[in-house]
């Protein structure tokens, strides 16, 4: 089947048309997150409460889980914490050498000096939530991980997904028509031919690689282009060679997830998880229509919505909400609510020792309506990815800290994407200037 190409195409690639995308959409910052009122303060009428106090119920836990289960371990937040503290600054052990006289004592948690990676996005969430940003500046942490529910999957650039499978390569002798290409364009750049401990140096150069992947997609482009001008700016695709076409695949996937951030709800395999796309707005108000969808009423074959839980939804949240398009799959299924209450009637907490929580939609509308939460204390998520992984470098894993995820992150001064790359420091905070200097939009002190 033949297709019309822009033979512009090519050189707009790696424009600025990124950027203009992401402003598509950018959003009027909302008025708050998580309001740190006590959930509990206050009864609805007749005596009922939103919240009722319980034992943390964990999504996916199994029914053997008891409230009197004995403790085996560390808890999920200690172990949390001190993943932190290895990866941030080392666990003193006990063949350190001590301090030479005069320094003072290493504590076993002793932290490097708190790096402020979006300065103005703090301002922000000091002005949209106080207790949230307190917690954010004493504790905000990322770090590569293995996918987990409740951290964060970052969607990569082209430039960083072919660098990957270029790495792969060479790393366990993985098939890729990509890896192999741009492989091949790194030998044609060794000044000798086998310099095998100069090529690895460059491997490991992300500003280097990054480069090298797109020279490499340019040229590629270029050729289709021409042929594209040749056929009076068509190409039949079935006539594109292999890697040509898996280019395009890749190319067009990276951008329908440009810079996505999103919250792992649940793995589903060694390398693959389901989640919420948390920088994706939808909406900023709840009408009826929308409120059907949130509780799945617009499911074929659903049954006749209730009209007490609607009217509660937008009475709640009709004039201010949060509403997220959360991924491409089960979009007609009851949205889900994710939110930082524990003592929620309803809610489960994602992940032990993550303090993010989902669910409890019917009592989130009461409590908003009573006056004990904000509305924008709570984020609905319409879909869900069920594609991530890691496995072809599309992803990087993240851990993170809770408030990383629960901050607002909409009309954020610097996209949320960059803030918890540099969060993650090393060769993510390193990709993520590679990114942010090809655009005009952000100021400098963001």
Request: glycine share 10%.
């Amino acid at each position: 089947m033949a297709i019309s190409i822009f033979l512009a195409f090519a050189f707009c690639i790696f424009a600025n048309a990124r950027a203009t995308g992401a402003r598509g959409w950018s959003a009027r910052p909302l008025a708050t997150g998580l309001s740190g009122r006590s959930p509990c303060r206050l009864q609805l009428p007749g005596g009922r409460s939103p919240c009722r106090l319980r034992a943390q119920t964990t999504m996916g836990a199994g029914d053997d889980a008891g409230e009197d289960a004995p403790a085996s371990g560390p808890s999920p937040e200690a172990w949390r914490d001190f993943r932190k503290q290895l990866i941030a600054g080392g666990i003193k052990v006990t063949t350190d050498a001590p301090a030479e006289p005069g320094e003072p004592a290493r504590g076993s948690s002793d932290l490097p000096e708190r790096v402020v990676v979006a300065p103005r996005n703090e301002a922000l969430l000091r002005e949209q939530n106080a207790l949230l940003y307190d917690e954010y500046v004493n504790g905000a942490w990322a770090h590569e991980s293995a996918p987990e529910a409740g951290g964060l999957m970052c969607r990569l650039p082209l430039q960083a997904q072919l660098t990957f499978l270029m790495r792969a390569i060479e790393q366990a002798d993985a098939e890729d028509v990509w890896g192999q290409r741009m492989r091949e364009k790194l030998r044609t750049e060794l000044p000798a031919e086998g310099d095998e401990a100069f090529a690895t140096k460059l491997l490991g150069n992300t500003a280097y690689c990054y480069r090298l992947a797109e020279a490499a997609v340019i040229d590629t482009l270029r050729d289709i282009q021409e042929r594209a001008r040749a056929r009076g700016g068509k190409l039949d695709l079935s006539a594109m060679k292999e890697h040509e076409r898996q280019l395009i695949e890749i190319y067009t996937r990276t951008q329908e997830r440009w810079q996505e951030v999103c919250l792992v709800t649940r793995v589903l395999g060694p390398d693959f998880v389901e989640g919420v796309v948390l920088n994706r707005p939808l909406a900023k108000a709840v009408d009826r229509e929308l409120a059907e969808l949130l509780i799945g009423a617009k499911a074929p074959g659903a049954p006749a919505p209730d009209e007490q839980l609607l009217k509660k939804i937008i009475g709640a949240f009709g004039e201010n909400a949060g509403v997220y398009l959360g991924g491409e799959e089960k979009q007609f299924e009851a949205a889900l609510v994710v939110h930082g209450f524990a003592a929620l009637e309803g809610a489960k907490e994602i992940s032990p020792g993550t303090g993010i929580f989902a669910g409890g939609l019917e009592a989130a509308a009461d409590g908003v309506s009573a006056g004990l939460f904000a509305p924008l204390d709570f984020r609905f998520f319409v879909g869900v990815h069920t594609d991530l992984s890691t496995s072809q470098g599309a992803y990087v894993a993240l851990s993170c800290a809770r408030p990383v995820a629960l901050k607002q992150c909409l009309g954020l001064p610097k996209p949320l994407w960059h803030e918890c790359m540099e969060l993650a420091g090393g060769e993510w905070a390193k990709l993520s200037t590679l990114e942010i200097i090809k655009r005009d939009d952000l100021q400098e002190d963001a």
